[in-house]
Antibody, heavy 123, light 112 residues
Framework: QVQLQESGPGLVKPSQTLSLTCTVSGGSISSGSYYWSWIRQPAGKGLEWIGRIYTSGSTNYNPSLKSRVTISVDTSKNQFSLKLSSVTAADTAVYYC???????????????WGQGTLVTVSS | QSALTQPASVSGSPGQSITISCTGTSSDVGSYNLVSWYQQHPGKAPKLMIYEGSKRPSGVSNRFSGSKSGNTASLTISGLQAEDEADYYCCSYAGSSTFETVFGGGTKLTVL
């Protein structure tokens, strides 16, 4: 059973960089034709896709966040990571990592999710 | 990249059927039958209920079904149960030539 777990600081100061890591267990991050995505959800609001990475390192980002987002993968640690720079209060949200079955002719869909981690941007 | 349009809320009584719509454009929802749907209970991570328009993952009740007509995808829940009360989100590619992904604004389902 694949499991994902987000980790990282729960509080980030405005203008700094938010950094989160997702650790995948129960399977190799490199096995299968999977992408790995980050998705966020401000309190009381809907889901927003942030971006995805393939284990080759190929990435795809939400255009509205692209200038501030970097997603990377470390296959040796079975992890992938999110960095979001120049954060403001609007970036306060629960951040989820998810296994992403996009591509290969199919539509975007996320079958395994982490439990989510709340990141608050505040001084 | 615009969010897909969903009704803010729908409701139904136990045993009834309800349908949640997800309206996009000819560039996203209308291009393919590739919409996915997610159920989210308060404080929990979303759960995949439907993918590629109408396919159900293993373990998801056959009371959940997906369809599409034109630029609108729909999620139908039949035989409503109390535990179906949750938020539901649709998801699609943002355009016919892009890999970027967009979610709907979400629909709160209330079981009366």
């Amino acid at each position: 059973q694949v499991q994902l777990q987000e980790s990282g600081p729960g509080l980030v100061k405005p203008s700094q960089t938010l950094s989160l890591t997702c650790t995948v267990s129960g399977g190799s991050i490199s096995s299968g034709s999977y992408y790995w995505s980050w998705i966020r959800q401000p309190a009381g609001k809907g889901l927003e896709w942030i971006g995805r990475i393939y284990t080759s390192g190929s990435t795809n980002y939400n255009p509205s966040l692209k200038s501030r987002v970097t997603i990377s993968v470390d296959t040796s640690k079975n992890q992938f990571s999110l960095k979001l720079s120049s954060v403001t209060a609007a970036d306060t949200a629960v951040y989820y990592c998810a296994r992403d079955l996009s591509g290969a002719g199919g539509g975007p869909h996320f079958d395994y999710w982490g439990q989510g981690t709340l990141v608050t941007v505040s001084s | 990249q615009s969010a897909l349009t969903q009704p803010a809320s729908v409701s139904g009584s136990p045993g009834q059927s309800i349908t949640i719509s997800c309206t996009g454009t000819s560039s996203d929802v209308g291009s393919y039958n590739l919409v996915s749907w997610y159920q989210q209970h308060p404080g929990k991570a979303p759960k995949l209920m439907i993918y590629e328009g109408s396919k159900r993952p293993s373990g998801v009740s056959n009371r959940f079904s997906g369809s599409k007509s034109g630029n609108t995808a729909s999620l139908t829940i039949s035989g409503l149960q109390a535990e179906d009360e949750a938020d539901y989100y649709c998801c699609s590619y943002a355009g016919s030539s892009t890999f970027e992904t967009v979610f709907g604004g979400g629909t709160k389902l209330t079981v009366l």
